[in-house]
């Protein structure tokens, strides 16, 4: 069955540090992949997605993330974090069925 | 629209009590998504509509559940004799192909107490 892990329930980061949060899969087939922000009462913003193609994928707000098919890996990155990256972060693979499924989220902190 | 709505934004119901929670997808968007978001988890498939079709309620917890979108386009989420194990964020997604990107709703927040 297809499953999502996000190992790190929380992370804390300087403001101006670089940043990476990290997502492993478990897919029958090529996998469809995003990543999704959740700020406290909102819903959930796409980051960026992976269907096809360069496995590196720029997405908004200077996010990127890299596609590993052998390490079964789809890492979330930032150069450079601000105040306002403060979040939830999800990864998430499908659709199969048409449905996405989640990981269990990873909290964002960011320290002054 | 701009995005995808639901209301209410905010729901309390005391136990065995029926809500209804309402998703306005984007315009044109034929496919139609409800995750359920227990608190500190990440998002459960509920049930999947393409047009007015249930393509998909494998999710559904109990028939205490039930989805529909008789047009095709809003959609609306029926929760009979609400139980405390139903408190969660339920959102609503939307996306233009089965197999296209998924644009969430800000959700709806149902307390059961």
């Known amino acids: 069955a297809q499953s999502v892990t996000q190992p790190d329930i929380h992370i804390t980061v300087s403001e101006g540090a670089s940043l990476e949060l990290r997502c492993n899969y478990s897919y029958g087939a090529t996998p469809y992949l995003f990543w999704y922000v959740q700020s406290p009462g909102q819903g959930l913003q796409l980051l960026l997605k992976?269907?096809?193609?360069?496995?590196l994928v720029q997405g908004i707000k200077g996010f990127e993330a890299e596609f590993k098919r052998s390490q079964s890996s789809f890492n979330l990155r930032k150069p450079s974090v601000h105040w306002s990256d403060a979040a939830e972060y999800f990864c998430a693979v499908g659709p199969y069925g048409n449905k996405l499924v989640f990981g269990a989220g990873t909290i964002l902190r960011v320290k002054s | 629209g701009a995005g995808v709505s639901q209301s209410p934004r905010y729901k309390v119901a005391k136990r065995g009590q029926d809500v209804a929670l309402r998703c306005d997808p984007i315009s044109g968007h034929v496919s139609l998504f409800w995750y359920q978001q227990a608190l500190g988890q990440g998002p459960e498939f509920l049930t999947y509509?393409?047009?007015?079709?249930?393509?998909?309620k494998s999710g559904l917890p109990s028939d205490r559940f039930f989805a529909e979108r008789p047009e095709g386009s809003v959609s609306t989420l029926k929760i009979q004799r609400t139980q405390q194990e139903d408190s969660a964020v339920y959102l609503c997604?939307?996306?233009?192909?089965?197999?296209?990107?998924?644009?969430f709703g800000p959700g709806t927040r149902l307390t059961v107490l």
């Open positions: 997604a939307s996306s233009n192909r089965g197999r296209d990107t998924q644009y």
């Open positions: 509509f393409q047009n007015e079709a249930q393509l998909d």
């Open positions: 992976y269907f096809s193609g360069d496995t």
